[in-house]
């Protein structure tokens, strides 16, 4: 299954609302990760299940989707909201990583 | 609190074959639906899965590197460990170890280690 990411970089003002796309080539149903990465820093799971937030992550991050097509909406950005964000399936093996979207300060 | 740790060399040649322990703490791995895998990441590029065991031993692959890992486990030790043979310099990357369980993301990682393939 390829993971694809949209668009590969996001440029974003503090404040204002960031839309991530990620799409399967075959069904995932609803096995889809989001993870962010800062740079130095091993990812961190964001959101599973398509639209489940992990433990303590803030609800201006949510996610939705089944099937192929999935969003990570980012509410309103802040500060430490900028970094690489990835889309995996567990759904089938081998796992993959969409190539990711990285959102950047305007 | 679930942590995991990855350790081993930091410079290895081209040929060489890597080797990569995870400790972890925090689970056992002899309980039933958990998995440690690898996941590695080359400066700048995006992440890719390599391998994962489950706590039943099984053992699942990339296909595209299957023929050059292994990945076993020492549950007494809390570690496992990920051996890829014939090292090249595009396998420098940054490597992850991960807990995740059957039709689970993965949800804890280590630190990462720096790989790198240079003669």
């Known amino acids: 299954i390829v993971m694809t990411q949209s668009p590969a970089t996001l440029s974003v003002s503090p404040g204002e609302r960031a839309t991530l796309s990620c799409r399967a080539s075959?069904?995932?149903?609803?096995?889809l990760a989001w993870y962010q990465q800062k740079p130095g820093q091993a990812p961190r799971l964001l959101i599973y299940?398509?639209?489940t937030r992990a433990t303590g992550i803030p609800a201006r991050f949510s996610g939705s989707g089944s099937g192929t097509e999935f969003t990570l909406t980012i509410s309103s950005l802040q500060s430490e909201d900028f970094a690489v964000y990835y889309c995996?399936?567990?759904?089938?093996?081998?796992?993959?990583f969409g190539g990711g979207t990285k959102v950047e300060i305007k | 609190q679930i942590t995991l740790k990855e350790s081993g060399p930091t410079l290895v040649k081209p040929t060489q074959t890597l080797t990569l322990t995870c400790t972890f703490s925090?689970?056992?791995?002899?309980?039933?639906?958990?998995?440690v895998g690898w996941i590695r990441q080359p400066p700048g590029k995006a992440l890719e899965w390599l391998a994962l065991?489950?706590?039943?031993?099984?053992?699942r692959y990339s296909p595209s590197l299957r023929s050059r890992l292994i990945i076993t486990k020492d549950t007494s030790k809390n570690q496992v460990v990920l051996t890829m043979t014939n090292m090249d310099p595009v396998d420098t990357a940054t490597y992850y170890c991960?807990?995740?369980?059957?039709?689970?993301?993965?949800?804890?990682w280590g630190q990462g280690t720096l790989v790198t393939v240079s003669s």
């Open positions: 991960v807990h995740s369980g059957e039709f689970q993301p993965f949800d804890y």
């Open positions: 925090g689970f056992s791995l002899s309980t039933s639906g958990v998995g």
């Open positions: 065991i489950y706590w039943d031993d099984d053992e």
């Open positions: 075959q069904s995932v149903s609803s096995n």
């Open positions: 299940g398509a639209s």
């Open positions: 995996q399936q567990y759904n089938k093996w081998p796992r993959g």
